[in-house]
């Protein structure tokens, strides 16, 4: 895609954009940049995106060359263009790629790639919006939609010892397949999807052994039973009050998912929408429960520290030490948030925004975020209704 693709549409056959002179920025040209800029449109308003990588989707081709959806197709389609049926019920990361590449063209949205905010202010009058940008630039919009993404900045834990360990280490985020680990021993460290699938990936993959160091058991679903996608139960219970779905979720795990306790992974005793709330999204099986009951991954305690030397080695919660070949850090995010608008006291303690979807804060009116929840109910099915609210606050405040 070129730097700035626009709409080749004749004027007089689209929408006057609302407020002409300064459009909405949507910072991010992930899904829910997309789709906020495609509902923008829709109402008549002009949005730009503006994307700091060179394409749309940028993080999605930084995944794992295994990764597929955990929800559905047609459940996790943007606002306006379905996801094509030949991508199957659960879509694969070059086929998500795909579909945000032709997204952006079909509904012919505005996009300069190449182009990063670092801090967005108010304007000197209060009216609008100030974006700080790459080159010097200095835009000014009438409202700023903020899609920089649940997984922005890949997060290591400050382990003691880390910066003498000589063993190799890399973050998932850089992890693309098992070639490379192909009769090596591994150590994968966190057991949320990413974890879960890594390890999975590497095991099938050829790794001569795989280990899982695992700090709190998670939540483990099937993505489908009988048919059943575990994100229809989401969607069905998300209004529900937080104990009943902990209470039924506990009942449908017993009856659909075998007790791994002896394998290391004893069920939670905190209830799986309690979890959720927490941040802690269930792990969805796409064959842990088989490598772990068939030995192929093995689950370790927690990592503790570090040690140097050579070999270097993983020092764990219970004691024991690890010597491995690599260690690959399933470990998580940061939103990295902070020095883009952590000034406008938007952020809560945990660096999340306050507000999400058509809310904008109190103190900052006109300033909208999208991308940052995880629901049970499913993070793309998220976006796409956040960006209809978003278009209709937008949409109300011009007016």
Known sequence: MADSHSASTPASARPAPAFAGH???????????????YALRARGIRAVVLEKADRVGASWRGHHDRLRLHTTRRLSALPGLAIPRR???????????????????????????????FRVDRTPDGTGWLLHASGGRELTGSAVVVATGHHHTP??????????????????????????????????VGAGNTGAEIAVDLAEGGAARVRLAVRTAPHILRRSTLGWAAQYSGVLVRRLPVGLVDRLAGLFAKATVPDLTAH????????????????????????????VRAGTVEIVAAVDSFEGGHPGKVVLADGSRVETDAVIAATGYARAL?????????????????????????QAPGLYFTGFTDPISGMLRELALDAGKIAKAVAGRLR
């Not at 902070?338 to 058509?358: C, I, K, N, S, W």
Request: hydrophobic share 40%.
């Open 338 to 362: 902070e020095e883009l608008v952590g000034h406008l006291d938007v952020l809560d303690g945990r660096g999340m925004p306050v507000v999400h979807g058509g809310h904008t804060p109190a």
């Open 23 to 37: 459009p909405v920025y949507v910072i991010g040209a992930g899904p829910g940049g997309l789709a906020a800029a």
């Open 264 to 291: 290391g992974l004893p069920r939670p005793d905190t209830g799986l929408c309690s979890r959720a709330r927490q941040g802690a999204i269930p792990v969805q099986d796409v064959g842990l429960i088989d490598a």
């Open 87 to 117: 991508s199957g019920r659960w879509v694969a990361r070059d086929d998500m790629v795909r579909y945000l590449e032709t997204y952006a063209e079909h509904h012919e949205l505005e996009i300069v790639t190449g182009v990063e905010v």
């Open 155 to 188: 997060r290591l834990p400050d382990w003691p010892g880390l910066d003498d360990y000589t063993g190799e280490l890399l973050h998932a985020a850089a992890y693309r397949n098992a070639v490379p680990y192909a009769g090596r021993d591994v150590l994968v």
